[in-house]
């Protein structure tokens, strides 16, 4: 049985899904393989020490809106031929300034604490030479992408010390926010924590039409939840993920961010590795023109968003509906994430028209697979359909092109054991369609294509994905990636 310490929190309740996540990896890790070089353990047990330490000396918030947020850089080619734009990019340890003032040591893709964005177009590839100069084994995976499965950032698949790994992304798939992240099995939720994550987007080939706004209206902004120690360093305290009480919006504690009173595009991302955020404007419209996987079929007005980890929205906020020197807070349940100034009058000629790209008809489907998220019965691990995680074994063999549905339950009820838990299911490889959720229409906004979704305690989704790609293997998991790397997480393969 579990430890039944861990379940408790400080006033003897049950604790919720959080504080279960590593605790029970620890219980589980003698099962876990060691594929990764034997490496893989040493940095749990850090984190779990640095856990304690972290309750010592917990740093204040930041005083909000003193800081302004900044836009991730933009990667340059170092080459580009006919067909492709190659890059360089590396994964090393950095300082970096979060919290003003301080420096936080940080794993990072280039060297920033969000990583530079890389920006496609659809049918023009990309080639990435990624180059470890970290001290341990990591990797990349393009999360969203339809990539062939060598360049895909299987969590097995990892860049030595000091190695470089070329990636190739087709790019042949719909315009849409994606990002990038570590996926370095067991390590992944200490690695993206820590900040190995960055976007990627890629222009759909029917966006220029559109008349959306662009250039410096056309804002990535990484949200994300962070807990400090009084030196500026980074906690990753297990047991107590409430703890991460420092919002951070592309890397700054609770910015403010001057704007035109235009439109402005604005692609969020959740890249915490458990927070949900439920996000508001204080009443103010968000359009909604894009989810996960690319354009909606039409924008979706909405007050308020819930966004679990790994998600993306697109939303487009129209600054000049409000006096000029107004100030918009972005918040989230318990407080303010950022904040828009609108500083500057301007003429603007973009616009969201009523339609954005149309979704074709689905396939019809071959098979209907059921994917249960849960506790497993031993209670010693997050599993799915009760197993954990096992490279060496196929959970679902799909043949090349065809289209299934999946129906995901997440079996961690209220009146489990353990409470309530929610979960995210996330497939490599593909997009796919929410179908139903208990058997009602999908969420507004949740219409278009999704490679993550939600999955609330005792929830029931179907949603439907046709698996046309390259023969191979992907998993698919929780996106709570505490989760993940403690069984989370299963794999499929793609068959001829
Ligand atoms: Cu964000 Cu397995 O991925
Ligand atoms: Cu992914
Ligand atoms: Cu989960």
Redesign the pocket.
């Known amino acids: 049985m579990l430890n039944r310490r861990v379940l408790l929190g400080a006033g003897g309740v049950v604790a919720t899904a959080a504080a279960l996540a590593w605790p029970i990896r620890m219980a589980t890790r003698p099962e876990v393989s060691t594929a990764a070089g034997g490496q893989a353990h040493s940095g749990s047990e850090h984190i779990l020490r640095m856990g304690k330490a972290a309750m010592a000396s917990p740093r204040q918030a930041a005083e909000p809106f003193t800081v302004r947020m900044p836009v991730p850089q933009v990667a340059r080619p170092v080459r580009r031929t006919s067909d492709t734009d190659v890059y360089e990019l590396d994964l090393r340890p950095a300082q970096v300034e979060i919290l003003p003032g301080t420096t936080t040591p940080a794993l990072t893709y280039g060297g920033t604490f969000v990583g530079p964005t890389i920006k496609a177009k659809e049918n023009r590839k990309v080639q990435v030479t990624y180059v470890n100069r970290l001290d341990k084994p990591a990797n990349v995976h393009l999360h969203g992408g339809h990539v062939p499965p060598q360049s895909d950032g299987y969590p097995m698949d990892l860049i030595g010390v000091g190695s470089a790994h070329t990636v190739e992304y087709p790019n042949g798939q719909a315009g849409a926010t994606l990002w990038y992240h570590d996926h370095t099995h067991h390590q992944e939720a200490e690695h993206v924590y820590r900040g190995m994550h960055g976007f990627y987007l890629i222009e759909g080939a029917d966006e220029r039409a559109l008349g959306l706004p662009t250039g410096s209206r056309d804002v990535p902004i990484m949200l994300r939840d962070a807990h400090f120690d009084a030196a500026g360093g980074l906690i990753l305290d297990v047991e107590h993920p409430e703890a991460r009480s420092t919002l951070l919006a592309n890397g700054r504690p609770l910015p403010y961010f001057p704007v035109d009173a235009a439109k402005y595009r604005l692609r969020l991302l959740n890249s915490s590795i458990h927070k949900i955020f439920q996000l508001d404007l204080g009443g103010v419209e968000m359009l909604q023109i894009a989810s996960d996987g690319g354009l909606l079929p039409e924008p979706v007005p909405r007050t308020s968003l819930t966004l679990a980890p790994a998600e993306r929205v697109e939303i487009v906020v129209d600054f000049s509906r409000r006096p000029l020197g107004s100030k918009l807070v972005l918040s989230d349940t318990n407080g303010p994430v950022m904040r828009f100034d609108i500083t500057r009058r301007v003429l603007d000629t973009t616009r969201v028209p009523d339609t954005l790209r149309p979704t074709a008809a689905l396939p019809t489907p071959t098979t209907t697979r059921r994917i249960k998220?849960g506790v497993a019965p031993s209670k010693m691990a997050?599993a799915i359909n009760d197993l954990t995680w096992d490279e060496n074994r196929v959970d679902a063999r799909i043949p090349n092109g065809t289209s299934e549905i999946w129906e995901i339950y997440n079996a961690d009820t209220v009146d489990s054991e353990f409470g309530g838990?929610?979960?995210?299911f996330h497939l490599h490889l593909v997009q796919f369609r929410v179908l139903d959720r208990d058997g009602k229409p999908p969420l507004p906004g949740e219409s278009g294509w999704k490679d993550t979704v939600l999955v609330r305690p005792g929830e029931r989704i179907r949603l439907q994905a046709t698996f046309r790609g390259w023969p191979g293997r992907y998993v698919y998991h929780?996106h709570?990636q505490e989760?993940n790397v403690a069984g989370?997480m299963a794999q499929l393969e793609i068959v001829p």
Do not use: E
Not at 421 to 424: R, S, V
């Open positions: 998220l997050y838990i929610d979960h995210t929780c709570m989760h989370m």
